[in-house]
Nanobody
Framework: QVQLVESGGDLVQAGGSLRLSCAAS????????LGWYRQAPGKQRELVAS???????NYADSVRGRFTISRDIAENMVNLQMNGLKPEDTGVYYC?????????WGQGTQVTVSS
């Protein structure tokens, strides 16, 4: 079992930036992949960005070039730097850790982008 705790969500104007952080309760190097997902009101949860244990990153087309996922193995944290925020980026952002057949989720942090 693992606990994931997100932080950094806020209300920001369009064009602004936010940095989300996720603290894991154990070594993140043990996971196959780490990711950030988001869920907007009335919509399904979608993958925003992910990073594998080998360091390969993947981004949704809608955020590529604006968002950057990174990890701090020593601190057991995974971060999401979000620049050029748009109103359509609004939603609850969830940290996720994938370990073989298991997915672990944080409680989510709210990001609201005003126009």
């Amino acid at each position: 079992q693992v606990q994931l705790v997100e932080s950094g969500g806020d209300l920001v104007q369009a064009g602004g930036s936010l940095r989300l952080s996720c603290a894991a309760s154990r070594r993140i190097s043990s996971f196959n992949a780490l990711g950030w997902y988001r869920q907007a009101p009335g919509k399904q949860r979608e993958l925003v960005a992910s990073i594998t244990e080998g360091g390969m990153t993947n981004y949704a087309d809608s955020v590529r070039g604006r968002f950057t996922i990174s990890r701090d193995i020593a601190e057991n944290m995974v971060n999401l730097q979000m620049n050029g925020l748009k109103p359509e980026d609004t939603g609850v952002y969830y940290c996720s850790a994938h370990e073989y057949a298991a997915y672990y989720w944080g409680q989510g942090t709210q990001v609201t982008v005003s126009s």
